[in-house]
T-cell receptor, first 113, second 114 residues
Framework: AQSVTQLGSHVSVSEGALVLLRCNYSSSVPPYLFWYVQYPNQGLQLLLK??????LVKGINGFEAEFKKSETSFHLTKPSAHMSDAAEYFCAVSKDSSYKLIFGSGTRLLVRP | DAGVIQSPRHEVTEMGQEVTLRCKPI?????LFWYRQTMMRGLELLIY????????DSGMPEDRFSAKMPNASFSTLKIQPSEPRDSAVYFC????????????FGNGTRLTVT
């Protein structure tokens, strides 16, 4: 069965600092991996996804994530945080393109001025 | 593309009443998902459909919950009777078949049962 663990329910960074949100997964098959962002009172929006191919995936708003099979990780990074990045971020895993997504518990990103 | 449309945005009801949440998926999407979000349990998948057929309803909490998809453009999630512990934000999401197709979420229905 697939599962996702997000380390840290809250992460606080200063504006301009590096953002690192951690995600580890377990999957019995090569997984499809996703990061979603949720702003207050809105649904989730796709940031980026890994299906096959290049392990470094670039997404919207300057975010990227690297699939590391040996570490079963898919951490999300952004070189320089912006105030508008403050939101909740969810990592998700699926075993194939037609399967349901399993979400992690989410990490709330706070950006200090 | 109007996105996934959910109604109502907010619903306040009394314990014991029937609640119906509605969803219109994006046209052409053949998968539809219902999720529930709470502070305590995070995002939980309740049920999903493929081509209007329920595929996996193992996340539906109990018999008080039911979901239907009578056609490709409409789905409902019904709670009867409702209880205070059902208070949550309920999301509908849809996607196409295919490896690179992302999940598109609606803005959710915030349900409060008093």
């Amino acid at each position: 069965a697939q599962s996702v663990t997000q380390l840290g329910s809250h992460v606080s960074v200063s504006e301009g600092a590096l953002v690192l949100l951690r995600c580890n997964y377990s999957s019995s098959v090569p997984p499809y991996l996703f990061w979603y962002v949720q702003y207050p009172n809105q649904g989730l929006q796709l940031l980026l996804k890994y299906t096959t191919g290049a392990t470094l995936v670039k997404g919207i708003n300057g975010f990227e994530a690297e699939f590391k099979k040996s570490e079963t990780s898919f951490h999300l990074t952004k070189p320089s945080a912006h105030m508008s990045d403050a939101a909740e971020y969810f990592c998700a895993v699926s075993k194939d393109s037609s399967y349901k997504l399993i979400f992690g518990s989410g990490t709330r990103l706070l950006v200090r001025p | 593309d109007a996105g996934v449309i959910q109604s109502p945005r907010h619903e306040v009801t009394e314990m014991g009443q029937e609640v119906t949440l509605r969803c219109k998926p994006i046209s052409g999407h053949d998968y539809l998902f219902w999720y529930r979000q709470t502070m305590m349990r995070g995002l939980e998948l309740l049920i999903y459909f493929n081509n209007n057929v329920p595929i996996d309803d193992s996340g539906m909490p109990e018999d008080r919950f039911s979901a239907k998809m009578p056609n490709a453009s409409f789905s409902t999630l019904k709670i009867q009777p409702s209880e205070p512990r059902d208070s949550a934000v309920y999301f509908c999401a849809s996607r196409r078949t295919g490896g690179n197709s992302p999940l598109h979420f609606g803005n959710g229905t915030r349900l409060t049962v008093t």
